[in-house]
């Protein structure tokens, strides 16, 4: 069956210009999670969605991170007036339920560079 | 806060060497603990995992207990091959929090030669 999927699998943008990254989730998981894994910072946690709500913001880092979900599936996180420090690959992963013993399934990951 | 702790890489080893990347972690609660493996040029993806302490997880010859007296979840594997290389991640998730949301260690790189 069809794992997680992302979108562009590589982006190079300009600083100060906006992007959209999308992850279509296993189907049926309610619940996903954005991460950001860079060279600087590791892995580290951005946002989590149950069903289309987001009981969790806490990680995303400034107020240029926002991300949508719509339907129960489909993801968009926005980065706006991009950085270079905002360089880094955004993972998503989706999971049958938010529970803490749960497996997350990850996607390939977008890989975003800001010149 | 939530942490986790794993050894510095890279570890490089021969073939059929025993394999032992050690993680320690903070947090409040009682966490659920895993490793990720993610091999070149692939996606993060589940090794195994441990719900609860004294709880042992094991898959693909990799073995980790749960020692919640040390607050450890170390990761060992007997003879290695040269397949096993990759970077390795431990990582927790909080029951006493809303998301159940993944805190990784910084990655252990492992490279097996001949």
């Known amino acids: 069956g069809a794992g997680v999927s992302q979108s562009p699998s590589n982006k190079v943008t300009e600083k100060g210009k906006d992007v959209e990254l999308r992850c279509d989730p296993i189907?049926?998981?309610?619940?996903l999670y954005w991460y950001r894994q860079s060279l600087g910072q590791g892995l580290e946690f951005l946002i989590y969605?149950?069903?289309?709500?987001?009981?969790?913001k806490s990680g995303l880092p400034s107020d240029r991170f926002s991300a949508e979900r719509t339907g129960g599936s489909v993801s968009t996180l926005t980065i706006q007036r991009t950085q270079q420090e905002d360089s880094a690959v955004y993972l998503c992963?989706?999971?049958?339920?938010?529970?803490?013993?749960?497996?997350?399934?990850f996607g390939p990951g977008t890989r975003l560079t800001v010149l | 806060g939530n942490s986790v702790t794993q050894m510095e890489g890279p570890v490089t080893l021969s073939e059929e060497a025993f394999l032992t990347i050690n993680c320690t972690y903070t947090?409040?609660?009682?966490?659920?603990l895993f490793w990720y493996v993610q091999y070149p040029g692939e996606g993060l993806q589940l090794l195994l995992k441990?719900?609860?302490?004294?709880d042992k997880g094991s898959n693909k010859g990799f073995e980790a207990t749960y020692r919640k007296e040390t607050t450890s979840f170390h990761l060992e594997k007997g003879s290695v091959q040269v397949s096993d290389s990759a970077v390795y991640f431990c990582?927790?998730?909080?029951?006493?929090?809303?998301?159940?949301?993944?805190?990784f260690g910084t990655g252990t790189r492992l490279q097996v030669t001949l």
């Open positions: 992963a989706s999971a049958t339920e938010g529970l803490a013993g749960g497996e997350q399934f």
């Open positions: 969605f149950q069903g289309n709500s987001a009981p969790d």
């Open positions: 189907s049926g998981h309610t619940a």
């Open positions: 990582a927790l998730s909080d029951p006493t929090g809303t998301a159940s949301k993944l805190t």
């Open positions: 947090a409040t609660g009682y966490p659920s």
């Open positions: 441990a719900t609860k302490a004294d």
